[in-house]
């Protein structure tokens, strides 16, 4: 008998564990806007360790954001467990299109079949009673909205997601970029705690964006949205202890509430960007706070000698632009002196919230001949979006001498003023001269 019980206990156990999990694939709606943002949910019966295979998804949607969720149950004695993947798309194409199967480890989900229309379509997440009962909400504008912007000048704009503290994961993304549009993070968001029109305590995360319009014209800054979770309500041990445990939903790693997913969206705003000005007569549009440009000799600055090579480390820095605006830098050419500018290095980053761009480059200098040689001037036009004046920030010309020292030292008599200045260069054999002041106004040699 006991033999029996355990072939029968054990067959139940291989049957159980070899059981594939059912995959669920399911999306906010059947009909969706070109270019906004949607919620594809996949939904294993099971917690899942592998994640989804996306790749199949990149012929016609992109994806935006993903976010996973497991939860374990327990009721009235029985427990299961599923595994929710919150996944943001857009759809590249209008027409009817296939979500294809989306592996998950070995097994799959059902594809979907949905209709892409280039029309307005109902908003189901304005719809969303929850999220409206417990404050949340998604506001976007452009600081400064009254000033006029020209095309690629740096826009500040700024995203505040409104709710009750509640709100544990989740970053705003921007729909249907396309190529109007570079949009670049301005760093960690900033929090702020106010109250309501009821005296109700509220939480204001603040991020701010660097928008730069790629074409003049009325322009519509992108859609934002913010796919995320928040904790369920009944937080507090209290509530917990009044709830029978055996029907309650625990999640990893809130013991003490559910996490449910959250989908708010900020309409897109229309601004008019304007064209390079007219009067602006640079080769290159660089709209930006400020721009400057520096010179340095590298190994600090030489002795001209006619077929020797310096390097001079050129650097162009500029407020308010992407590595990306910033021009190649022009080294006119010069008789007398043959140029070798090096391959440009770029590089962005941000000081105290704002766009910093950085283009450095080494370019070396080698004089063909004696005498006077002039290393010409280096400008960089610009447009100062503070002042609205078109400014041009230069490196003067120069002037060098090369002096073929050797050749007027070693084949006739040359008189040197300030020797010690020559250091290693000046010659052993020669004949030293002191002339110093006198009180009475004289001089004396020797």
Not at 161 to 174: H, K
Not at 263 to 284: C, E, F, H, M, T
Not at 311 to 319: P, Q
Not at 403 to 429: D, F, H, Q, R, S
Request: aromatic share 8%.
């Amino acid at each position: 008998m006991k033999k029996y019980v355990f072939l029968v206990l054990l067959t139940l156990f291989v049957t159980i564990k070899g059981a594939a999990a059912a995959i669920t694939a399911e999306v906010s709606g059947d009909v969706q806007p070109l270019g906004k943002m949607f919620t594809l949910t996949l939904t294993a019966d099971e917690n899942v360790s592998s994640s989804p295979d996306l790749s199949v998804l990149n012929q016609n949607f992109k994806v935006y954001s993903t976010s996973v969720s497991r939860q374990n149950y327990i009721i009235n004695g029985k427990s299961s467990a599923t595994t929710v993947w919150q996944i943001g798309l857009i759809a590249l194409n209008a027409g009817e299109q296939e979500i294809p199967a989306i592996k998950v480890g070995n097994d799959s989900s059902n594809p979907l079949k949905i209709t892409v229309t280039d029309g307005v379509v109902e908003d189901s997440v304005s719809k969303n009673a929850p999220q409206k009962e417990r404050g949340y909400k998604l506001q976007a504008e452009v600081i400064n909205y009254d000033k006029p912007y020209y095309v690629q000048q740096q826009i500040n704009y700024e995203v505040v997601l409104t709710d009750d503290g509640s709100i544990i994961s989740g970053n705003p993304q921007f729909a249907d970029t396309n190529s109007d549009w570079i949009i670049v993070s301005l760093g960690n968001p900033q929090i702020s705690m106010t109250k309501d029109q009821n005296g109700k305590p509220v939480r204001n995360v603040a991020f701010k964006y660097a928008l730069f319009p790629q074409k003049s014209g009325n322009l519509h800054i992108p859609e934002v949205w913010f796919e995320g979770y928040a904790k369920g309500k009944g937080g507090t041990l209290n509530e917990l202890l009044n709830n029978n445990i055996f029907d309650l939903a625990i999640n990893t790693p809130s013991l003490f509430g559910l996490e449910t997913p959250v989908s708010l969206k900020a309409n897109s705003q229309a601004i008019n960007i304007l064209p390079v000005p007219a009067d602006y007569s640079g080769k290159w549009w660089l709209p930006a706070q400020k721009v400057e440009l520096l010179a340095d000799w590298i190994g600090g600055k030489p002795e001209f000698k006619a077929g020797e090579a310096v390097s001079r480390l050129i650097t162009l820095k500029a407020i308010g632009v992407t590595e990306n605006q910033l021009p190649e830098i022009n080294f006119k050419p010069e008789e007398g002196i043959k140029q070798y500018p090096e391959q440009p290095l770029r590089q962005g980053k941000l000081a105290g919230g704002t766009p910093i761009a950085e283009q450095t480059v080494v370019n070396v200098y080698v004089p063909e001949k004696s005498g006077k040689l002039i290393l010409p001037e280096i400008a960089v036009d610009w447009y100062n979006t503070a002042s609205g004046q078109i400014e041009k920030a230069v490196i003067p010309a120069e002037e060098i001498w090369e002096l073929n020292i050797e050749e007027a030292v070693y084949t006739g008599v040359c008189l040197i003023e300030w020797p010690e200045k020559m250091g290693a260069y000046l010659p052993k054999n020669i004949f030293k001269v002191n002339i110093s002041a006198q009180p009475d106004g004289g001089r004396k040699i020797a």
